[in-house]
């Protein structure tokens, strides 16, 4: 469950120069809840996936993600939240040097799993994201399209308790853009929190849902 209550965010906590990039957001979202998140360039989408991806601290109000307040947790505990977290960034945010194998591996050997486990689990993602054939393949090598369905099987590989996902089907096919609903349908069947930023208005028809629409740092819709 992630809960926000007055969450304010200006990118210089201290000074005016920065504009004010979230004002006084509150809402709620249950454990498996879904929701799209909406609103034109500008309206605070990825400075509302920063604070919940803990990225970012909010400048004012409270903010609590999968039942820890984020203002009185301590590094250790926010580095634990942290691992429970899959974010897909809207720049893909890879590692250029390491294979695509080892970039989806991350999440799996940050949590120590055993590397034969770490090895199933990255070739099952891998042929389910139709990437069978590119494990030892650098991320500047593929496709955007390519690039984007890597940085998806890294944000879910550990099934996160809260997955983020920021403009996550820009660089897919329709044919793969549904795929990919159907994936988040069935992680938040199991549980998964799920947020997804999108311009994509032919997908959200495809797939209604409970939308968080923003506008000018502001939450104009939770409905
Ligand atoms: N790193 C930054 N430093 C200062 N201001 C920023 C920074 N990133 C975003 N902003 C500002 O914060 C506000 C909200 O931006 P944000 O990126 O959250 O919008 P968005 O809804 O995600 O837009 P888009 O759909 O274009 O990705 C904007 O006024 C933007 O200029």
Do not use: C
Request: charged share 25%; net charge positive.
């Amino acid at each position: 469950m992630i809960r926000l209550r007055d969450v304010g965010f200006r990118y210089d906590a201290a000074g005016t120069s920065a504009p004010v990039a979230l004002r006084q957001i509150s809402f709620e979202v249950p454990q498996g809840g879904f929701r799209w998140l909406l609103g034109p360039s500008g309206a605070g989408k990825s400075s509302l996936l920063r604070l919940l991806a803990l990225t970012a601290r909010p400048t004012s109000g409270t903010l609590e993600i999968l039942g820890s307040s984020v203002a009185q947790a301590r590094r250790a505990a926010l580095a634990r939240l942290r691992r429970r977290i899959g974010v897909v960034h809207q720049d893909f945010r890879l590692l250029p040097d390491l294979p695509v194998f080892d970039n989806i591996a991350l999440p799996l050997r940050l949590q120590h799993r055993p590397e034969d486990d770490v090895r199933d689990e990255v070739h099952s993602i891998l042929d389910w994201v139709g990437l069978g054939s590119r494990a030892t393949a650098r991320p500047p090598q593929l496709s955007g399209g390519e690039q984007q369905r890597v940085a998806i099987a890294r944000a879910v590989i550990h099934r996160p308790a809260l997955l983020l996902a920021d403009e996550p089907t820009n660089a897919l096919d329709e044919y793969q853009a549904n795929r990919l609903m159907d994936l988040f349908r069935d992680l938040s069947g199991l549980g998964t929190t799920i947020l997804v930023a999108t311009h994509n208005d032919a997908l959200i028809r495809r797939y209604p849902a409970h939308e968080l629409e923003l506008a000018q740092g502001r939450l104009l819709r939770d409905g």
